[in-house]
């Protein structure tokens, strides 16, 4: 809805109303053609008005043709409180006190025109106090929607960047593990084989113990460097379905069951760092508001998506409402296009689906 939508029907109901009085206090006078020419002037001008965006200043043509009409049509005086309501929901009311005058002194005992004149300025006072608001409530909002639309592109953008880097990473670590193996494993392993080939070639007993010593001395360099890769290669801590099976063994004095299927290498990084949240989030409840004995969790990982659901056997839950850690989670399951729900019909249960996403090579 725009923002002055609904005030725009009352504004066009008021015009015509005001009109509407016109015509009957024609009819009640004795003027013909003058009268009906006045009023026709003023539906023109308001036709205008409602057809096309005019200056804030057009209420001065009403103004003008009232004053040009009260000698033949002294009922046009009324039609000044339509210059007052014209004037008044464009922020002009002061303009009421010299029409008021002007009133006053064409009928100083005509009180029945000052209250209808005042009652107009009320009535567009009020409208054009009203129509601000809304445009300000309306500028606000939709700052926040930018606002919130901009954080969004700039969640996505950082995923991406992440995606990016934890790509590059990959790659760096790839390059670096190959041209280890390349430079000093394969050097010496092609070594050793070239001395095992010389070996069997050499009938001199010296030069043949020489050639051993020298396979011995490189095989033992070998394996000492993959072992030393494989070290580096081992990580620190525990990712992926490892992560979550220590999470669930460090739930004690909870009994959780932990089961998961399908191929856990799709998932990714992010992934997991969503999945790990979740996790944690759903046992902290348990622990916090349910009175479970019995806790399950299952990981299931498909072709498109993988699928996490933690389901307890509590009956009592006094956290009837989503707290800040679920709703975050729900949003930063939407940010990686998937979705978190908890139902707490029968226990507490949770249920986080997210894509799997292709892997770009």
């Known amino acids: ?49 409602i057809r096309f965006s005019i200056t804030k200043w057009s209420f001065l043509i009403e103004l003008i043709l009232c004053i040009a009409f009260i000698p033949y049509f002294p009922f046009a005086l009324y039609g000044l409180a339509i210059a007052i309501f014209e004037a008044a929901i464009v922020g002009k009311w002061w303009l009421f006190f010299p029409i008021t005058i002007l009133m006053i002194v064409s009928h100083p005992l005509d009180l029945t025109l000052i209250w209808y004149s005042f009652l107009t300025v009320i009535v567009g006072n009020f409208t054009y106090h009203s129509m601000k608001e809304r445009k300000q409530l309306e500028k606000t909002l939709d700052m926040e929607r930018k606002e919130k639309y901009e954080l969004e592109r700039i969640k996505m953008e950082l995923l991406d960047a992440y995606f990016e880097v934890e790509k590059a990473a990959e790659l760096k670590e790839r390059n670096r ?36 010593e020298q396979v011995k001395i490189r095989l033992s360099r070998s394996t000492t460097r993959l072992r030393n890769t494989v070290h580096n290669l081992t990580p620190v801590t525990y990712i992926g379905v490892e992560r979550l099976q220590r999470i669930v063994a460090d739930a004690e004095p909870l009994f959780v069951e932990f089961k998961y299927n399908g191929n856990v290498d799709n998932v990714s990084s992010q992934s997991w760092m969503m999945l790990e949240a979740c996790l944690k989030e759903a046992i902290t409840n348990v622990s916090k508001y349910s009175n479970a004995t019995k806790t399950e969790v299952e990981l299931d990982v498909t072709e498109t998506l993988v699928r996490l659901k933690i389901h307890d056997n509590g009956t009592v839950t006094k956290k009837s409402v989503n707290g800040s850690g679920i709703r975050s989670l729900q949003l930063r399951a939407r940010t990686l296009k998937g979705s978190l729900t908890i139902d707490r019909q029968n226990g507490y249960l949770l249920v986080c689906v997210l894509p799997l996403q292709r892997r770009r090579e």
């Open 177 to 212: 593990i190959s041209r280890e193996l390349h430079d000093h494993l394969g050097h010496d392993l092609t070594g050793a084989l070239l001395a095992i080939q010389a070996y069997e070639q050499v009938d001199n007993e010296k030069q043949a113990h020489g050639l051993l």
């Open 1 to 49: 809805m725009r923002v002055y939508e609904r005030y725009f029907r009352f504004v066009i109901f008021w015009r015509i109303a005001q009109l509407l009085i016109l015509a009957h206090l024609w009819l009640l006078s004795t003027t013909d053609f003058e009268g009906i020419v006045f009023i026709l002037l003023l539906l023109i001008v308001m036709s205008i008005r």
